[in-house]
């Protein structure tokens, strides 16, 4: 298993399916508001050049089982800070550390650009990505409360 950040377009488009995957389980499971047909395309490539954002990839076997994205947030009246926006690893690749080797190589990352924070946000029923992320360092802060208005 090889962990490197994406740099070209086939991997990028690799990337946007393993989102669309990960959409769908999001609607499937926590989020009923999503579109049944809604997928992903072109996101990836569009970050590619973006030096506030960053994709990680984990390839096995010349195919993408998994990825991370992160950015920077944009905000200058706050001390540089980072979100892990979406991470995914199909599921027979799970349980092998591949997630946490990503949160490591975005921390390697963020520190780099001398980023003072990380943030996730992460469905309160998502109890194994909430694991994950407790193990990985973080712990628990800004709590977003929604409501459903119709």
């Known amino acids: 298993m090889k962990i490197e950040q994406v740099t070209d377009a086939e991997t990028a488009d690799a990337c946007d399916e393993l989102l669309t995957k990960l959409i769908t389980d999001e609607r499937e499971t926590y989020n009923s508001n999503i579109p049944s047909d809604f997928t992903v395309s072109g996101w990836y490539r569009t970050t590619l050049s973006n030096t506030s954002r960053v994709t990680f ?29 979406a991470v995914f690893v199909e599921p027979a690749f799970r349980g092998q550390g591949i997630a946490g080797q990503f949160i490591c190589q975005f921390q390697a990352w963020c520190r780099k650009k001398h980023i003072g924070f990380l943030d996730v946000s992460v469905w309160q029923q998502n109890h194994g990505a909430i ?5 990985n360092g973080f712990t628990a802060g800004l709590q977003i409360l929604r409501m459903k208005l119709s």
């Not at 076997?61 to 001390?79: E, M």
């Open 57 to 85: 990839a984990a390839v096995e076997a010349q195919q993408v089982v998994g990825f991370l994205h992160g950015f920077i947030k944009d905000d200058p009246a706050i001390q540089p800070e980072a979100r892990l926006d």
């Open 131 to 135: 694991a994950l992320y407790r193990k």
